[in-house]
């Protein structure tokens, strides 16, 4: 209650009562602790709320505002919601906005707003007028949810499924690729050992080879990357994976930027997971490539052996071993602002414009390289370019031997049954396994092979197949083929390395398993090979 009390008094001045006037205010305290809780709720919220008047003045801004926009509350006050204007909306999304809140409707829809410093956030905003009781729009009330983070996951999982998305259409178009490039490469080997020596057409033929064969290179970078199976540590030779990969960004970066490299092939190896390894290096270069878009400039790659002891705090708990490896990459782009400098490794943070960059690609970068024992660091300044040093731990795994074989054709004269499903990779295999010294017989599919076999299976010494063909694959023809003949030398071959695998070729008993497109020397090789095999299991169970 509300109560009034007054003293009453006689003639004399005597008090002789008290008047009281008692008034029931439990409607009025409910609706001031309502408001009390109301205020509290909006000051305390994680939602931005800010109220205008009907002229847009702002009248009032919660904590949030302040926190989030960096602008206090005395900043805004007077202010129009301009002052969080980032001109990322066209006139014609305000006009929209504007044509629902004149007419007394409630506005939905998501802003991009500027804070103080300058930088963007995301905000899922509802606009609500606020009516008087004669229909008159006194004031309006916004507020704003900062979904910044729930944007950058969306477009992590949307640059997500895109990798997988390229990943399953590079499968996809592998194989028929892969013949394709059979095709060539192998009539082009054709046509070279056909030409002279010397003389304007087969230095020709010999860049097409060359062109061929880099195309080839580009489509296993492409496979080997898009694939998302784990793969266990193992012995990398960081050099010989760089000295690829370096092909593959060439292809991507404009001709306006040089590369240069310099690459010790001697310089060792690391355990690493080489598609992580060539993550890292794509996504460094993709970086340089679009700091130098505008004006071009110079990307240098460098790797080289360094003995622990130099620099050893800057690589901290991760110098422990006795030697290690410096992979330097530096561009002559615009450079990095100090300001940025110790947030370039944060996740989601990008300095490029939005629907350029996620903020994800240094994050990777730097997760991979600790991941693998490594440590990096980075030296930038504006208009000075940027350099990125990588160390990487070294092995002590022994340095694989050189190769030692010579440039030699290997030939031979047994009878082989040559399968495939392409009819110019038939002929190209026909005149290849020929110019060799093989007697060629060829079949269309899978199950021409097996007639051709069943009719005479002791005519052929080694089969060469196909794996991906019409009503029936190359490693069910294998199976049908030891049903028939147990232990006949099968090499099996696939345009596209994911649903067949070496270990699952030889699961279904070939000898040897080719990934095309192969020159004819390879082919030779797993041949001779196939066929020796066959010769020590034979005199080893007449010995037995």
Same mark, same amino acid.
Request: charged letters at 30%.
């Given at each position: 209650v509300d109560t009034n009390k007054v003293p009453l008094h006689d003639l004399d001045g005597k008090v002789i009562g008290i008047l009281g006037t008692y008034e029931d205010i439990t409607g009025?305290? %409910?609706?001031? &602790?309502?408001?009390?809780?109301?205020?509290?709720?909006?000051?305390?919220?994680?939602?931005?709320?800010?109220?205008?008047?009907?002229?847009?003045?702002?009248?009032?801004?919660?904590?949030?505002? &302040?926190?989030?926009?960096?602008?206090?509350?005395?900043?805004?006050?007077?202010?129009?919601?301009?002052?969080?204007?980032?001109?990322?909306?066209?006139?014609?999304?305000?006009?929209?906005?504007?044509?629902?809140?004149?007419?007394?409707?409630?506005?939905?829809?998501?802003? =991009?707003?500027?804070?103080?410093?300058?930088?963007?956030?995301?905000?899922e905003t509802t606009i609500s007028p606020i009516v008087d009781s004669s229909g008159k729009v006194g004031n309006y009330i916004?507020?704003?949810?900062? =979904?910044?983070?729930?944007?950058? %996951?969306?477009?992590?999982?949307?640059?997500?499924?895109?990798?997988?998305?390229?990943?399953?259409?590079?499968?996809?178009?592998?194989?028929?690729?892969?013949?394709?490039?059979?095709?060539?490469?192998?009539?082009?080997?054709?046509?070279?050992?056909?030409?002279? &020596?010397?003389?304007?057409?087969?230095?020709?033929? =010999?860049? =097409?080879?060359?062109?061929?064969?880099?195309?080839?290179?580009?489509?296993?970078?492409?496979?080997?990357?898009?694939?998302?199976?784990?793969?266990?540590?193992?012995?990398?030779?960081?050099?010989? %994976?760089?000295?690829?990969?370096?092909? %593959?960004?060439?292809?991507?970066?404009?001709?306006?930027?040089?590369?240069?490299?310099?690459?010790?092939?001697?310089?060792?190896?690391?355990?690493?997971?080489?598609?992580?390894i060539q993550q890292v290096l794509l996504n460094l270069c993709a970086n340089a490539g679009h700091a130098m878009r505008e004006k071009g400039g110079k990307l240098e790659i460098k790797l080289s052996a360094q003995e622990t002891g130099v620099e050893q705090a800057f690589a901290g708990e991760n110098a422990t071993q006795k030697g290690r490896l410096k992979l330097t990459i530096a561009d002559t782009g615009y450079g990095i602002e100090k300001k940025v400098m110790d947030k370039i490794f944060d996740p989601f943070f990008t300095t490029k414009p939005v629907g350029e960059g996620t903020g994800l690609g240094l994050a990777t970068v730097h997760g991979i390289v600790t991941g693998h024992g490594g440590a990096i660091s980075v030296y930038s300044a504006p208009d000075e370019g940027t350099t990125f040093t990588i160390y990487f731990p070294q092995t002590t795994v022994e340095k694989e031997r050189r190769s030692t074989e010579s440039k030699f054709m290997p030939r031979g004269d047994e009878s082989i049954l040559f399968v495939d499903d392409e009819a110019q990779l038939l002929n190209m295999g026909r005149q290849t396994l020929e110019r060799l010294g093989y007697e060629i017989t060829t079949a269309a599919n899978g199950q021409d092979a097996l007639d051709i076999f069943k009719a005479r299976p002791d005519k052929f010494d080694l089969v060469i197949t196909d794996q991906t063909m019409p009503g029936m694959t190359g490693a069910v023809l294998i199976g049908r083929l030891h049903e028939i003949r147990p232990g006949l030398p099968v090499i099996l071959c696939t345009g596209f390395g994911k649903s067949m695998t070496a270990e699952k070729a030889k699961a279904a008993g070939a000898r040897e398993y080719i990934l095309k497109p192969v020159l004819s020397r390879d082919l030779g090789l797993a041949i001779r090979r196939a066929l020796e095999r066959r010769k020590l299991l034979r005199r080893a169970s007449d010995k037995n």
């Open positions: 009025q305290k %409910l609706v001031e &602790e309502e408001r009390a809780l109301l205020s509290a709720a909006i000051k305390q919220a994680a939602e931005l709320v800010i109220i205008t008047d009907s002229d847009e003045k702002i009248e009032y801004v919660n904590p949030a505002f &302040e926190k989030v926009t960096g602008f206090s509350a005395d900043q805004a006050k007077g202010e129009t919601p301009r002052i969080i204007g980032s001109g990322k909306q066209s006139e014609k999304f305000y006009k929209k906005m504007w044509d629902k809140l004149l007419n007394s409707e409630v506005w939905s829809g998501r802003l =991009v707003n500027k804070k103080k410093d300058g930088s963007f956030y995301d905000a916004c507020v704003q949810r900062d =979904v910044t983070r729930e944007t950058q %996951l969306e477009l992590q999982s949307r640059q997500s499924q895109k990798m997988e998305a390229i990943g399953v259409m590079a499968g996809g178009i592998a194989h028929d690729f892969n013949n394709i490039l059979s095709a060539i490469i192998g009539y082009t080997e054709l046509a070279i050992s056909d030409s002279k &020596e010397e003389g304007v057409s087969c230095e020709n033929l =010999v860049e =097409v080879m060359s062109a061929a064969s880099r195309a080839k290179d580009i489509v296993r970078q492409i496979l080997t990357f898009s694939r998302r199976d784990e793969r266990e540590m193992s012995p990398v030779d960081l050099a010989h %994976l760089i000295t690829q990969t370096i092909k %593959l960004v060439r292809a991507s970066l404009p001709s306006t930027i040089e590369i240069h490299h310099s690459i010790d092939p001697d310089s060792g190896k690391m355990l690493a997971d080489p598609t992580l």
